[in-house]
């Protein structure tokens, strides 16, 4: 297979984002986005996704390769350690969600799981979760920038999850930065769970790793 992958508080900043692609009249502000360098699944093999053009295609978790018709670059973190806390960016360890090289996420920045738990809640073993939601879980933690980072937002026809530094599953949701848009965009295909929701999950992916852990330890236990 070509891409070894399976299917299915300080005083706030203000110079927190800086818009660097064509600006339509939407709000400037982005949620989500990948650090340029970052490797995605396209029909040009892992390609860095500031690398992509409109028109190329990313595999995506449920529709195979879609075509990327819109592109938009911001700044973030601009003030750098100076950044208030709450924007601090998401670092999600090798492995963790499947990545095989470290991610920085925006802490509002929506991926996918795969749990047990949220077949029983949800009815669907795959869920979407915001990036700050899954801090203290296999070691994801919040760090302070240091310097103001590219990020590279990409968008489709539909929302869409796609592959990122082979095997996390990134959320890319519809452009709905202009009244138009919103409308276009009709029922989106993904929600991302907030709130109670998803803390809950993130509890039951820890307690689900513990009981993997132990599961785990007990079968060495056995050999030995």
Avoid at 68 to 77: L, S
Avoid at 99 to 124: C, F, I, K, T
Avoid at 186 to 212: C, F, K, N
Wanted: aromatic content about 8%; overall charge negative; some cysteine.
């Amino acid at each position: 297979m070509m891409f070894g992958l399976g299917f299915k508080s300080k005083q706030p900043a203000y110079r927190a984002v800086e818009m660097t692609g064509a600006y339509d009249g939407g709000i400037a502000t982005m949620s989500h986005g990948l650090m340029a360098g970052t490797r995605v699944a396209s029909n040009l093999g892992w390609r860095a996704i500031d690398a992509l053009a409109v028109g190329d295609k990313v595999l995506t978790f449920d529709h195979g390769m879609q075509e990327i018709t819109e592109i938009r670059r911001a700044y973030m973190w601009l003030d750098g350690p100076e950044t208030s806390d709450m924007l601090w960016p998401v670092v999600v360890p090798v492995g963790a969600l499947g990545n095989r090289e470290e991610l920085v996420l925006l802490p509002d920045q929506g991926v996918m799981v795969e749990s047990d738990a949220a077949q029983d809640m949800h009815g669907d073993p795959f869920a979407i979760l915001t990036a700050h939601s899954l801090v203290g879980l296999r070691g994801i933690r919040r760090r302070q920038p240091m310097e103001r980072v590219e990020l590279i937002a990409v968008y489709f026809a539909s929302d869409e999850v796609i592959y990122a530094e082979g095997g996390a599953l990134v959320h890319c949701p519809s452009d709905m930065s202009t009244l138009d848009k919103f409308i276009e965009a009709g029922t989106q295909t993904y929600s991302v769970l907030s709130g109670e929701d998803a803390e809950e999950l993130a509890d039951m992916l820890y307690y689900e790793d513990r009981m993997l852990g132990q599961d785990a330890t007990a079968r060495q236990h056995s050999v030995i």
